[in-house]
């Protein structure tokens, strides 16, 4: 009996510190703008122009920020498809975007994109990491 429950409270502590492994950031910006969302296990972090805000990471946004990035395969982040349509910010000023996820100390980035025209396989990510500053 006493394995047992050693073998969970390992488990659970395994469980806890891969919590603690990610970090994920959206960036967008734009001439004379910017705002970022930062979120860890801990804190949330809002960053617009050089207004922050700081607060206590709920416990179902970080779920929800943990099954969002891990449905992304990181490896191949830097690798997705940026459409054409999603590159406007290259002529026309538009709002890029730049998604970074931070595991074991590996970081992740995608390649830019035009805000709210995220590439598929990170657009519910985007979008609600996007959704953190409303």
Not at 5 to 10: E, G
Not at 36 to 51: L, R
Not at 109 to 117: K, M, Q, T
């Given at each position: 009996?006493?394995?047992?429950?050693?073998?969970?409270?390992?488990?659970?502590?395994?469980?806890?510190?891969?919590?603690?492994?990610?970090?994920?950031?959206?960036?967008?910006?734009?001439?004379?703008?910017?705002?970022?969302?930062?979120?860890?296990f801990e804190k949330t972090y809002?960053?617009?122009?050089?207004?922050?805000?700081?607060?206590?990471?709920?416990?179902?946004?970080?779920?929800?920020?943990?099954?969002?990035?891990?449905?992304?395969?990181?490896?191949?982040?830097?690798?997705?498809?940026?459409?054409?349509?999603?590159?406007?910010?290259?002529?026309?000023?538009?709002?890029?975007?730049?998604?970074?996820?931070?595991?074991?100390?590996?970081?992740?980035?995608?390649?830019?994109?035009?805000?709210?025209?995220?590439?598929?396989?990170?657009?519910?990510?985007?979008?609600?990491?996007?959704?953190?500053?409303?």
């Amino acid at each position: 009996m006493l394995f047992i429950i050693t073998s969970c409270s390992t488990n659970n502590k395994l469980i806890e510190n891969d919590s603690k492994t990610i970090e994920v950031t959206r960036i967008q910006s734009t001439r004379g703008n910017s705002e970022s969302q930062i979120i860890n296990f801990e804190k949330t972090y809002i960053i617009h122009n050089f207004d922050t805000i700081i607060r206590q990471t709920k416990k179902e946004d970080w779920k929800k920020v943990k099954d969002l990035s891990r449905k992304v395969n990181l490896p191949k982040l830097e690798y997705i498809v940026v459409e054409k349509s999603a590159q406007r910010h290259q002529f026309d000023g538009a709002p890029i975007v730049n998604l970074s996820v931070k595991e074991n100390e590996i970081n992740y980035y995608s390649p830019s994109y035009d805000a709210g025209r995220a590439p598929e396989e990170i657009y519910e990510l985007d979008m609600f990491l996007k959704s953190l500053s409303e």
